[in-house]
């Protein structure tokens, strides 16, 4: 039976078991949240980033949610620095010029602050003088960094980056460095 894993990836914790690393004795691994044999990261989170990162004992399950060319849509709540316009989620919207090509188009939009988030620790750095915004982000490609990228380049750079979901797979009821395992 495939095992499923939805783990709330909390900020500074690296999307691996292990940690071979010159770094290794500070940074966190998911074997500090998650003790089952068997299970691998299907697809990768950046240490600076949190959220759903989907685990499975199933080869090729892992390699459907993982390989770009299948397009499962990964959602993105993300706090910017500035103010969007609905110009600026145009851009998002037709694709963004980057140094590795034109992004494929995604669906964005100007979202409230969620309801329920959990405080990020440490926090975001906040500038009094600049203010914030919230975005939701779905793509379909898997490009490094490539929703910070994105809105860097339209020029709102992302203070915190929360991935929401993967296909149907989502972090709803899930606190943030918890888990619950499907069986599929």
Do not use: C
């Not at 709540?77 to 110009?87: I, K, L, R, S, Y």
């Not at 910070?148 to 709803?172: E, H, K, Q």
Request: hydrophobic share 35%; proline share 7%; glycine share 8%.
């Amino acid at each position: 039976m495939a095992k499923v894993i939805l783990f709330n990836k909390p900020f500074n914790v690296l999307s691996q078991f292990t940690d071979k690393g010159t770094e290794a004795s500070e940074r966190k691994t998911l074997s500090e949240f998650i003790d089952m044999p068997g299970v691998y990261a299907a697809g990768r989170l950046d240490k600076d980033s949190e959220g759903l990162l989907v685990l499975t004992n199933d080869g090729v399950l892992q390699q459907e949610i993982s390989n770009p060319k299948h397009k499962w849509p990964k959602t993105y709540v993300v706090q910017v620095e500035g103010t969007p316009t609905q110009d600026d989620i145009k851009v998002l919207e037709s694709g963004v010029t980057l140094k590795d090509g034109i992004t494929k188009p995604a669906e964005a939009e100007i979202i409230d602050k969620p309801e329920g988030l959990w405080d990020r620790l440490p926090p975001i750095r906040y500038r009094k003088a600049i203010p914030d915004s919230w975005l939701m982000i779905t793509i379909t490609e898997g490009r490094n960094r490539q929703v910070r990228r994105m809105t860097a380049a339209i020029g709102f750079p992302t203070l915190r980056l929360i991935r929401y979901s993967i296909g149907n797979f989502t972090i709803d009821d899930i606190p943030n460095g918890q888990w619950k395992q499907l069986d599929i």
